[in-house]
């Protein structure tokens, strides 16, 4: 039976570390953790937060996921988004969800994600 989550995978271009390092460290807050030695040969990065795991894996024939997101809850939304825009990371409000304050925003390759911190 199912149980949990454990990770979300997001694919990434080739020699794009750099930049998602910056960006998931230094943006968004997260930790990177360390890969498997068979797997940090592939490329990519794996990043941690409050029990949110995101894996971003090389691909390289990559294109960035438009449509397809993970959604991230967040405390204090208003701030998060602060966060996001003192670092030049867009940030677009989408009101369409009942009972939820969200956005949306891109990664440095182009991946969409959204944030989201339900009403209370």
Known sequence: MLQAIDHVQLAAPPGSETQLRAY????????E???????AARGG?????GGVRL??????DFRPAR?????????????????????????????NLPGHRRFY???PVGNRLEFLEAWA
């Open 105 to 107: 925003s891109e990664d």
């Open 67 to 95: 449509k397809a997101h993970p959604g991230l809850r967040v405390r204090d939304i208003e701030a998060y988004a602060d966060r996001l825009d003192a670092h030049d990371a867009e940030v677009t409000w989408d009101e």
């Open 33 to 39: 953790t360390p890969k498997p030695a068979v797997l």
């Open 55 to 60: 894996h971003l894996g090389i691909e390289n």
């Open 24 to 31: 998931y460290v230094d943006v968004l807050g997260m930790t």
């Open 45 to 49: 990065c794996w990043f941690e937060a």
